[in-house]
Structures are given as C-alpha cells and as structure tokens.
C-alpha cells in the first residue's frame, strides 16, 4: 500500500504541474493561488503580542509606534495592526531556501559574497541580500581575479537584463523572478525593475493597544551620575563638572546604573491573527526569455511559480511561527487555494493540494526537470564573489570594538 501511495502521490503531484504550467501562462481560468491562514498567540486567543516598531508621527512628534490602519475583513470595516509586512514575509521565505539549499534538500543558483573579520566568516546571497541580486553588496564585490562583479560575465548578464528577456535571472539568480528586484543601487536612466509575483502579509484585527512599564534595576545600585567618557573606557568625575570639552555621559547610557520604570508600548491584543498569501499568474505570463520559444518560456514560468510555492511551505507550513520575541503564533487554521475566474460575481476557489513541504518539493523537482529539459541550464555551484577593497574595510570596521555603546533604550 506504501508504493501505492508514493505512486498515487506522484501523479497527483505531475497533474499539479500540468495545472500550473498552464496557469502561469495564463493559459486557463486560473489567475492566482492564495493561501489563506489564521494563527492565535501561544499563550491563547487575546494574549499580547509584540508587533515590529516604527518611527511615527503624530502631533509633529516622531516617537515610536506600531502600523495601525483601516481595513475590511470579512465585509467588516475594522482596525487592524501590521504583524510582519510583504517585504518581511518574502525575507522569510528566501531564508528558508537559503536553509534548503544548505540543508540539501533542494537547490537553487545565487550569488553567494565570501569573506572573513577578525577570523569570523562572513558570507551573504541575494536571497539573504536587502536588495537581492541588485544589492550594493554585490556592485561592490568582484571575482576571484579582481573583476568587479558587474564587469563578469554574470554581471553584465543581469545588468544588461530587461523585461523582454529575465533568461539571466532564471539561470543565475531565480528567486528574484519570484519576489521582485529593482536595481536602485546603480545610477542608470532605465532601472531594472522586476515586480513581485508572490506576495504574503500578516496582520491582527482590531487591535487593543496595550502598555508597559520599562525600567532597569542595578543589582548594586550604582549612582546614576555623569561620567566622563574615552574610547572604551569611562571614568567618575571628579568634583561637581566635568574638564572642559570632555565627553560625558549618564551611567544609564553605559548600561549601569538604575533606570526608574517609566510608560512603554506593551504590545496588543488582537481578536485574529491573518496571513493572506498570493500568486500571481498575470505577473508570471508577464515575463519573457528573449528568443526561446513558447515550450521554455512556459516550462520557466511554471519553475518561478514552483519556487514560490516551495519559499511559502518551507516558511509557513510549521504547526508555529515566531516573528520576532513576543510574536510567536500556533496555526489554527490554513487552505491553500487555486482562484478561478469568477462565477456568479464571486471568483471560484479550489483546493490545491500543496500543503507540506514534501509536496512542495515534489512539485519544484518536477518543475526543474521540465525547465531543463525545455533547454535550461543551471550551474551545480553559486557565483562566489569577494568584497573589494572599499567594501572590506568597511565590514572589517563593522567588527571591531571601538568605544562604549550606548544602553538599548536610552
């Protein structure tokens, strides 16, 4: 029975593939796959949650905050406070590829910086990159006989990139394809931009915005005084002021000291906790490949919406998810959903039964093999690139100690 289930598996699987290659060249009444998720804190319905903080402005104040909006859900117009915004849920998807791609169990080209500090290895991709392949890491890299990088067969490849033929994109650089680029880093009149095709949010309804009380207590209660500081050393002042023109700070900002515990955010209360993911198959048929003929241009756009997928199940597919401390979330609910053109005026949905990692990597292989045998080459290994000289003293200064810092906080 055990065969017979792998076997019954795989069709299904191979039947998916079919289904998305057409999709994603707009070739049936498929326009989009969304995944639709309801999470609830791990402590309950209605514990705190800490959302990310902004700067915002209010009054002509800028103070720290959350990103509360207006918004319908459900038919209802409510408030409802941002938990993790598209560029961050794409961020994660991209780290769990990068964690496949080391772990093995799947394999994707990037571009990979190499390099060390103070004996620290230091490396960094385009999928870990804030700008992706695009990145000024990588304008500022070049290869292992001193080429920049953009002067590189590889470089030239995806600078001399546009919407009619992303060919460079898919064979170096694929996930970008999926989560969008836009080359601002280099000074031209034509940037390349590169629209996202997957697109993922979390927020929580109606937000309750809670407070806290923020302090520090010193275990020897040390005097809270003004000291003089230099380098990376601090020292009592002497007498009721400091010398002239000597640096001085609190002994709070150095991290000593008592803070006495002042009004803080202290997070929300939220009556749900949504994620609204998509696919876009108007984004996918939207891209080209130069001269390859419609076999390849389809295959390769099937391979994107593959990827996509996989980033979504590698990150989201876990029974729970931690945002960041103070944000970590058990699944209640998910469906993962084929939308149809619609009937009736409501567009038609349908299950898609690409829940779990191991389907979605089912489904990427197959993808893959399709792409490759339409006419696609992969290289086995990353573009390793080193930093120049600029750029490596700069992460070498990054790694060094220079001074006291300053006490989060203060």
């Known amino acids: 029975m055990d065969g017979y289930w792998v076997t019954a598996k795989g069709l299904q699987v191979r039947d998916i593939y079919e289904r998305l290659l057409a999709a994603a060249s707009l070739r049936s009444n498929d326009g989009a796959i969304r995944v639709s998720?309801?999470?609830?804190?791990?402590?309950?319905?209605?514990?705190?949650?800490?959302?990310?903080?902004?700067?915002?402005?209010?009054?002509?104040?800028?103070?720290?905050?959350?990103?509360?909006?207006?918004?319908?859900?459900?038919?209802?117009?409510?408030?409802?406070?941002?938990?993790?915004?598209?560029q961050s849920q794409a961020n994660r998807c991209e780290q769990a590829l990068m964690d496949a791609i080391r772990d093995g169990s799947a394999y994707l080209p990037h571009l990979m910086l190499v390099t060390e500090s103070a004996g620290i290895p230091v490396r960094t991709t385009n999928l870990q990159a804030p700008h992706r392949s695009r990145d000024a890491y990588f304008r500022d890299a070049e290869d292992a006989a001193g080429a920049a990088f953009d002067m590189t067969e590889p470089g030239r490849a995806l600078r001399q990139a546009s919407s009619?033929?992303?060919?460079?994109?898919?064979?170096?650089?694929?996930?970008?394809?999926?989560?969008?680029?836009?080359?601002?880093?280099?000074k031209r009149r034509i940037q390349v931009k590169i629209p996202r095709a997957?697109?993922?949010?979390?927020?929580?309804?109606?937000?309750?915005?809670?407070?806290r009380g923020a302090g520090r207590v010193d275990p020897l209660n040390l005097a809270g005084d003004t000291v003089q500081v230099s380098g990376s050393s601090w020292t009592p002042i002497e007498?009721?002021?400091?010398?002239?023109?000597a640096k001085t700070a609190r002994m709070s900002e150095l991290g000593h000291g008592m803070i006495p515990p002042s009004e803080g955010?202290?997070?929300?209360?939220?009556?749900?906790?949504?994620?609204?993911?998509?696919?876009a198959m108007a984004q996918l048929a939207s891209l080209r490949f130069g001269d390859a003929d419609e076999e390849f241009s389809a295959a390769a756009r099937a391979l994107v919406a593959a990827i996509a997928l996989l980033g979504d199940r590698l990150a989201f597919a876990s029974p729970a998810l931690r945002l960041r401390s103070g944000c970590d979330l058990v699944l209640v609910s998910e469906r993962v959903q084929w939308v149809q053109r619609g009937r009736d005026g409501r567009p038609q949905e349908e299950p898609l039964a690409v829940n779990t990692v191991q389907e979605a990597l089912a489904l990427f292989e197959i993808a893959s093999e399709r792409a490759r045998a339409a006419?696609?080459?992969?290289?086995?290994?990353?573009?390793?690139?080193?930093?120049?000289?600029s750029l490596q003293q700069a992460i070498d200064k990054s790694f060094l100690a220079d001074g006291v810092g300053q006490a989060e906080g203060e």
Do not use: C
């Open 198 to 211: 997957y697109k993922s949010a979390m927020i929580g309804v109606a937000p309750l915005i809670g407070v």
């Open 239 to 245: 007498g009721t002021k400091a010398p002239k023109g």
């Open 37 to 86: 998720a309801e999470y609830e804190p791990i402590g309950g319905a209605g514990d705190t949650l800490f959302p990310p903080t902004v700067k915002i402005k209010e009054k002509e104040t800028e103070g720290a905050g959350y990103l509360v909006e207006p918004r319908y859900v459900g038919g209802e117009k409510v408030e409802v406070v941002w938990l993790d915004q598209p």
């Open 265 to 279: 955010l202290g997070g929300v209360s939220v009556r749900s906790v949504q994620r609204e993911a998509s696919l």
């Open 375 to 389: 006419g696609l080459e992969w290289s086995a290994e990353p573009v390793e690139l080193k930093p120049n000289a």
């Open 164 to 186: 009619e033929d992303w060919s460079a994109y898919l064979r170096l650089v694929p996930s970008d394809l999926a989560y969008g680029v836009w080359d601002s880093h280099r």
